[in-house]
């Protein structure tokens, strides 16, 4: 049976929270819970305009992050969950593209909706943003020079006092995660291919 978490005044700093989490605590979990639901739960409306697919996208997060409890890698709690809120938003506006994919099939004209893909594009760049945030800070800096700036390994070596070699260590680690964190998100990747080629 997982071990009681004891009320504290002040409470529990985050990052104790998240480490009794991650060790099977439920009492963790349920506070980190009650601290997150409502900003979660925001950002989810402001993203589908819909309360009922929002709480439902909510929940999805909260249940994922307990099941994954012990293969996460949680640097900012509330970085991470912002992130995992979003992305599940994305999921989201994939299968409903894919249902309507399946209905202009059915059609001799197709219509393509520049708008709607303008905004599925934007919804991912502010996911892949959040995934970013929550990279250790050097790793952070090296992938916005390179994607943002458009800056060489070189030149974000330079920039940073760092070696070339190490530079693009810190860019293949930020890849990596950011693939990861898209893993089985197949329109997704679509648009990271584009996005995040080294």
Known sequence: ???????????????????????????????????????LLSIAFNLT??????????????????????????LSLGAYLATAVKFSVFKSIVRQRRR??????NYTTVLF???????????????????????????????QYSRR?????????????ISPKTAEAHLTKALKVIRLSLKGSGPLMLFLAQYCQQ
Request: charged share 35%.
């Open 49 to 74: 305009r819909n309360q009922v697919q929002a709480e439902e996208v909510t929940q999805e997060v909260f249940i994922s992050l307990w099941d994954r409890r012990g293969d996460v890698e949680i």
């Open 113 to 143: 909706d520049n708008t709607e893909d303008k905004i599925y594009t934007r919804f991912l760049k502010e996911y892949i943003d959040g995934v970013v945030e929550t990279l250790p800070e050097k790793c952070r800096l090296v992938f």
């Open 149 to 161: 700036e458009g800056l060489s390994v070189s030149e974000v070596a330079k920039r940073l006092d």
């Open 100 to 105: 309507q994919e399946i209905l202009k099939e």
């Open 1 to 39: 049976m997982a071990s009681k978490i004891i009320t504290t005044n002040p409470p529990l700093p985050e990052k104790d929270l998240v480490a009794a989490m991650v060790a099977g605590n439920e009492d963790a979990f349920t506070e980190i819970y009650n601290r997150y639901w409502e900003r």
